[in-house]
């Protein structure tokens, strides 16, 4: 069995982990380009863990300029087996009142401005992504969620749109329409190269605002979701402190196979493939394609 390494993107207003033992920021390389920043290693009672700020330290990359694959190979380099997102997000629900950490089970995702693959022309594949989240580390979660008495949701649909500019009243309305819970600028593709990258992935979206639909909150404002991140962002630092001392220090084999997802994805034959971008993936398929384990 593998060693448990837990990955934590920090999203708006998460830019450090505070009670990481050891820890310090190292630049990590990676074939798919910069990621957004250095990573923080640490440990947290002997878990090592692994943090990287998605919008950079002083939020310096909009959602659709994050090098989304950099940073999710830049995991996977560093050991990661269970990744999780901090996310800022608005609430399509009454019910999800700003405040609310919502542990998000689904996503639509209508980003169209992004890489959101590390496969293509030479090397071809196809993962599910019928179920994006790890339904044992979403348990962990939760159970971390509880034991700090945070006001939390488990379950909903995250949309993710592209920004950076907020929903239209329409656009708000339609994504209600369709049922969604939440909506935020930066899941996706995150979750889709997590799965690629056969990480098991869970996203924590804390709500900071009511989008643009609720007739008694008007238009989002910024400065409004400015106040709620400042006056929540302890809140999840909590969580994933308590989420590192309580996560089972042994990996554990993912129920719907997200730490397998590629053993049958890939597609282009053996003596079709292309080396240089097999030389690319080496981190995030190695495991497959090189019989790593
Ligand atoms: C600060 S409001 C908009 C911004 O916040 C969310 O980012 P993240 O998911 O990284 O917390 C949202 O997706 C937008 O990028
Ligand atoms: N209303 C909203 N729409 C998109 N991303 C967000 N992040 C925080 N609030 C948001």
Request: aromatic share 8%; hydrophobic share 40%.
């Given at each position: 069995?593998?060693?448990?390494?837990l990955g934590v993107i920090g999203g708006s207003g998460i830019y450090d982990l505070p009670g990481l033992e050891g820890a310090e920021w190292i630049g990590v390389e990676s074939p798919w380009g910069d990621p957004s920043d250095a990573v923080r290693i640490g440990h947290i009672d002997g878990l090592k863990v692994v943090f990287l700020p998605r919008h950079g330290r002083g939020h310096v990359h909009s959602p659709s300029?994050?090098?989304?694959?950099a940073n999710i190979d830049v995991m996977k380099r560093c050991g990661v087996t269970d990744l999780?997102?901090?996310?800022a997000c608005g609430s399509l629900k009454e019910e999800l009142a700003p405040g609310t950490f919502v542990l998000v089970e689904q996503f639509i995702d209508r980003t169209f401005a992004r890489e959101k693959s590390f496969f293509g022309t030479g090397c071809v594949a196809h993962v599910s992504m019928a179920y994006p989240v790890s339904p044992r580390l979403v348990d962990h979660v939760e159970a971390a969620a509880r034991a700090e008495d945070l006001k939390y949701r488990?379950?909903?649909?995250?949309?993710?749109?592209?920004?950076?500019?907020?929903?239209s009243l329409a656009e708000s309305h339609l994504y209600r329409s369709w049922g969604c819970d939440v909506i935020g600028m930066t899941n996706m593709p995150e979750a889709k190269l997590a799965r690629e990258a056969e990480l098991c992935y869970a996203t924590v979206a804390m709500v900071t605002d009511y989008d643009s639909w609720h007739p008694d909150h008007g238009e989002v404002d910024i400065q409004q979701i400015i106040k709620v991140l400042h006056d929540n962002a302890h809140?999840?630092?909590?969580?994933?402190a308590r989420l590192a001392r309580d996560l089972?220090?042994?990996?554990?084999?993912?129920?719907i196979g997200s730490?397998?997802?590629?053993?049958?994805?890939?597609?282009t034959a053996p003596d079709k493939r292309d080396p240089a971008l097999l030389a690319k993936l080496d981190a995030v398929a190695g495991r497959v394609l090189f019989d790593k384990d």
């Amino acid at each position: 069995m593998a060693e448990a390494v837990l990955g934590v993107i920090g999203g708006s207003g998460i830019y450090d982990l505070p009670g990481l033992e050891g820890a310090e920021w190292i630049g990590v390389e990676s074939p798919w380009g910069d990621p957004s920043d250095a990573v923080r290693i640490g440990h947290i009672d002997g878990l090592k863990v692994v943090f990287l700020p998605r919008h950079g330290r002083g939020h310096v990359h909009s959602p659709s300029q994050i090098n989304y694959r950099a940073n999710i190979d830049v995991m996977k380099r560093c050991g990661v087996t269970d990744l999780i997102s901090v996310s800022a997000c608005g609430s399509l629900k009454e019910e999800l009142a700003p405040g609310t950490f919502v542990l998000v089970e689904q996503f639509i995702d209508r980003t169209f401005a992004r890489e959101k693959s590390f496969f293509g022309t030479g090397c071809v594949a196809h993962v599910s992504m019928a179920y994006p989240v790890s339904p044992r580390l979403v348990d962990h979660v939760e159970a971390a969620a509880r034991a700090e008495d945070l006001k939390y949701r488990r379950g909903g649909t995250y949309l993710a749109m592209e920004g950076p500019q907020f929903s239209s009243l329409a656009e708000s309305h339609l994504y209600r329409s369709w049922g969604c819970d939440v909506i935020g600028m930066t899941n996706m593709p995150e979750a889709k190269l997590a799965r690629e990258a056969e990480l098991c992935y869970a996203t924590v979206a804390m709500v900071t605002d009511y989008d643009s639909w609720h007739p008694d909150h008007g238009e989002v404002d910024i400065q409004q979701i400015i106040k709620v991140l400042h006056d929540n962002a302890h809140h999840a630092q909590q969580l994933v402190a308590r989420l590192a001392r309580d996560l089972p220090r042994e990996h554990e084999t993912c129920p719907i196979g997200s730490d397998r997802a590629l053993d049958y994805a890939i597609m282009t034959a053996p003596d079709k493939r292309d080396p240089a971008l097999l030389a690319k993936l080496d981190a995030v398929a190695g495991r497959v394609l090189f019989d790593k384990d």
